[in-house]
Each structure stands twice: as C-alpha cells, then as structure tokens.
C-alpha cells in the first residue's frame, strides 16, 4: 500500500479505479462501496471512495459532491455544492478514487492565497479553499478550519483540520 495513510487496514488509498472498464465497470466488484468512509486506526482520520464524474482532480485538490443528497460522486470546479474532501491523489475524470473527508489533511492544500490561522474554510471554483463568508458558515459549506497560515497558495501537510460530512 506505498502511499496510502497510515494505519488504515486493507483500503488502498493510493489506487484508483477505472470505471468504465471491466472489473471495476461493476460496482459491486471494487474493494469498498463507493459513498463508504473508512478511518485510520485511531479514529482521527476519515477517507471517502468516491466516483469523479465531472473535472479531474490532483492531490490537493477540494472537491464538491456532485448533488447535495450524493454522497457517491464528487466533482471539481464548483462552489454551489458542498465540499466532499480531499483529494489526496490525482483522480481521473469517470474513476473512482478515495477522497480524506475528516481529520489533519495527509497532502498539501490548495488554497486561494488568503488564508489565515483559524479560518473557517469553504471551496473556490477553481477546487482550492477560501476564508468562508458568514453567508457559507451558516449554510454548511465549510470544509474546515486552518491551523496557520497559507503560504503562496497552500497550507502545508497537518495544516488544516478537514470537516467535509461523514454521511
């Protein structure tokens, strides 16, 4: 499992999947189902596999639930949706991939250059993060809290504390 976060038992997090090609064409054939959240072993970190249906993603990318009720597929590029996680891997356009959805973030953030320590945070349509207007902290789009300050346009790993939702 080269690459995947530690202590997470048996969810190869650094893999994606296919899905229009065949085993991973059927659902029912990949290692978890997608929407499913695993955590590592003590509870502090939660990962999320996920269909990237709309854009591409890299590793540091935040991402947006296709729907607000989808808790299955994820697209980039949006500010209208909530934030779904994470990605802590380049994920393709139509593959599935695992998203981190809670805890200290595992890879460098993209940010929008603004943030500072203790900023509630919410996405950007360009799949970065942004200080959160009061206007998103009462609608539920944050997706965390920043422990610092970016530098440039990114928060270095452990630097922010991701709240993206569990179910």
């Known amino acids: 499992m080269a690459g995947a ?5 048996g969810a190869a997090t650094s893999l ?7 085993p ?11 929407g499913q959240v695993v955590y590592n072993k003590d509870g502090t970190k939660a990962y999320r596999l996920v269909l990237m249906t709309v ?21 980039a590029g949006t500010t209208d949706l909530p934030a779904a996680g994470l990605a802590i891997n380049a994920i393709a ?3 599935y991939g695992w998203i981190q959805v809670a805890g200290l973030n595992d890879v460098a953030l993209v940010t929008d250059g603004n943030v500072t320590i203790d900023d509630r945070c919410s996405l950007t349509t360009a799949n970065d993060i942004k200080p959160a207007t009061e206007a998103e ?3 539920g789009a944050v997706c965390g809290t920043s422990l610092a300050a970016d530098t440039g346009s990114a928060l270095a790993i452990g630097l922010f ?4 939702p569990l179910e």
């Open 5 to 9: 976060p530690a202590g997470i038992v």
């Open 16 to 22: 994606t999947y296919n899905s229009a090609v065949a």
């Open 93 to 95: 356009q139509n593959y």
């Open 24 to 34: 991973y064409s059927e659902v029912s054939r990949l290692p978890y189902t997608p």
């Open 55 to 75: 854009g591409a993603a890299v590793a540091g990318d935040m991402l947006a639930f296709s729907t607000a009720a989808d808790r299955y597929t994820v697209i």
């Open 137 to 139: 902290m009462v609608g």
């Open 161 to 164: 504390r991701l709240e993206c």
